[in-house]
């Protein structure tokens, strides 16, 4: 070989060395690589309900409730970022527009939670896997900025998947369905998590973004939406019953939602003129006295999936045009699928009783209504009594 050849194989040699080098180098640095963690269902975005509700006897009233967004990743991360409401803090009602929808509907204040108008009030990073017996264990060990919590928390979720024909997944804890009725079992601490004893979420791969939520005008006049009748469940604590003398607070099972579809002629929901919502006199219900009638509103907030539903009964309001104390506020959030179909929503309820001589609370703890909800189309599968 020649001199000059011995050269250039001499540099090429080096070269190849200092690029091997610098190799082991990276792989050093960067440390062994993730296992890929398979998504709940294949799915990455979700929207969720938590709460601990019990008797009153067990948590003299110290109920609360929390809606908001998970996102989980391949390399086993989940973060949450969510709104939260306790009933000992005694929240209020707060004014997001006005209906005015013309008809029959009551033009008022479309009503929701203190604090549902802003951004998340709170959120958790964390890791998630899955047990032995095929649950889902999302494990939260930091706060949203990044504080390492003084005691971890987990929360061990059932996992329904293809609903939609695969285009959504569910979680739920151990008693959110069931039977209807006063008598709702409550998890044992540790069964679902310690420290909250029911939830429910859906999720898919559309975005959390406002881009992704159906619109009032949508869930009206859509073919999509507009004949479904969304249905689920409502776990609440709530009073026994209406007698003063003997009620006391319990947790029960309702069902949310009901037979009526937004596009239906018996149910003319009406869209807001000039608000992002839409309102409907609802006849023949069991609000008590001889006006039957109940006033709803639906409306959209803020950016994300977010919604609010309001009702009252329009005979609280005493010949009045709109009542402005103990209504049913809701927070929601909307269920978007894989194919950016709108399919229902997970939300919330925070009822503060108020003094109707003030409008503000007055502590009477019994009167609360605390509770969460699915309320989702026939294709997301609630698995509601017969």
């Keep these: ?54 008797l009153a006897t067990a948590n003299n009233y110290r109920n609360w409730v929390r809606l908001g967004y998970y996102a989980f990743q391949p390399d086993g991360t989940v973060t949450t970022n969510y709104w939260t409401w306790n009933q000992r803090e005694q929240p209020q009602r707060v004014n997001a527009m006005t209906a005015d929808c013309g008809a029959e509907v009551p033009a008022c204040a479309v009503r929701t939670v203190d604090g549902f108008t802003d951004d998340p009030m709170g959120g958790y990073q964390g890791t998630f896997d899955y047990t032995s017996d095929g649950h889902l264990a999302v494990t939260w060990t930091r706060t949203a900025a990044g504080t390492a919590l003084a005691q971890p928390v987990t929360e061990r979720w059932n996992v329904t998947t293809g609903l939609a024909d695969g285009r959504a997944a569910r979680i739920t804890s151990p008693t959110f369905y069931g039977a209807y009725g006063n008598d709702v079992e409550i998890p044992a601490q540790g069964t679902f998590s310690t420290y909250a004893n029911f939830g429910v979420g859906y999720g898919s791969n559309a975005s959390l973004d406002r881009a992704s939520r159906a619109t009032m005008s949508q869930l009206v006049d859509d073919p999509r939406y507009n004949a479904e ?74 950016g994300g999936r977010r919604n609010t539903e309001e009702y009252w009964c329009q005979s609280l309001a005493q010949g009045q045009a709109c009542y402005a104390y103990n209504s049913h506020p809701r927070p929601m959030l909307q269920i978007i699928d894989d194919s950016g179909e709108f399919q229902g929503w997970v939300g919330v309820e925070a009822f503060t009783h108020v003094a109707t001589s003030t409008g503000l609370p007055d502590s009477s703890w019994v009167e609360g209504y605390w509770g969460l ?9 609630p698995e509601l009594p017969n």
């Excluded at 000059?4 to 690589?33: C, E, H, I, S």
């Excluded at 709940?40 to 929207?47: E, F, L, M, S, T």
């Excluded at 909800?373 to 599968?381: E, G, I, P, R, T």
């Design 1 to 54: 070989m020649s001199s000059v050849m011995r050269a250039v194989v001499t540099r090429w040699a080096g070269a190849l060395a200092a690029v091997v080098a610098l190799l082991a180098t990276m792989l050093a640095t960067a440390g062994p690589a993730r296992a890929v963690t398979p998504l709940p269902g294949g799915k990455a975005n979700w929207v969720v309900s938590v709460g601990y509700l019990n």
């Design 229 to 302: 009748p969304y249905r689920g469940a409502f776990v609440v604590a709530k009073a026994s019953s209406s007698d003063p003398a003997t009620r006391t607070g319990i947790v029960g099972r309702e069902g949310s939602g009901g037979t009526w579809s937004f596009g239906a002629a018996s149910n003319p929901w009406k869209p807001c003129a000039t608000s992002p919502c839409m309102g409907w006199l609802q006849p023949n219900t069991s609000c008590a006295g001889t006006d039957k009638d109940r006033v709803r509103y639906l409306g959209e907030i803020g």
């Design 373 to 381: 909800f699915d309320m989702v189309s026939a294709a997301l599968q």
